[in-house]
């Protein structure tokens, strides 16, 4: 058994497209409609035939609810690994990423947590 899927959910799934996409550097791998909403998955450029991210409605009380509450108490919605920490960073910044928590050393890692305008915060970790 693997983990073919994770889903985050989202306010606006094309605002979050764009962001995961053109922001953060995801590839879309499926876009299809599913009644009034989609089916959108993002993976990462390097491993296309990885773990799929679904960007997924928080249309149901339930889950705006629990978005809102873990993003009020600050805490992460997923984690994101990246091989250069403050370079992917810098790069975040430069591209108007808000960050509640810059590179931080923690041990052996090192984290960051950046807003994803989606309603999520994200935590970014180098190991």
């Known amino acids: 058994m693997k983990i073919i899927v994770t889903s985050i959910f989202v306010q606006d799934q094309d605002k979050a497209l764009e962001f995961y996409t053109e922001t953060l550097g995801f590839v879309k791998k499926h876009d299809v409609p599913v009644g009034e909403f989609r089916w959108i998955t993002l993976v990462s450029p390097d491993e296309q035939d990885g773990t799929e991210l679904l960007l997924e409605p928080n249309n149901h009380p339930a889950a705006k609810e629990y978005q809102k509450k873990i993003f009020a108490e600050g805490i992460p919605a997923t984690m994101f690994g990246v091989a250069d920490i403050h370079k992917e960073y810098e790069r975040l910044l430069d591209n108007g990423v808000k960050f ?16 994803d305008t989606c309603g999520n915060l994200i935590q970014m970790i180098q190991k």
């Open 100 to 115: 509640t928590m810059k590179p931080t050393k923690m041990g052996e890692l090192a984290i960051a947590v950046f807003d």
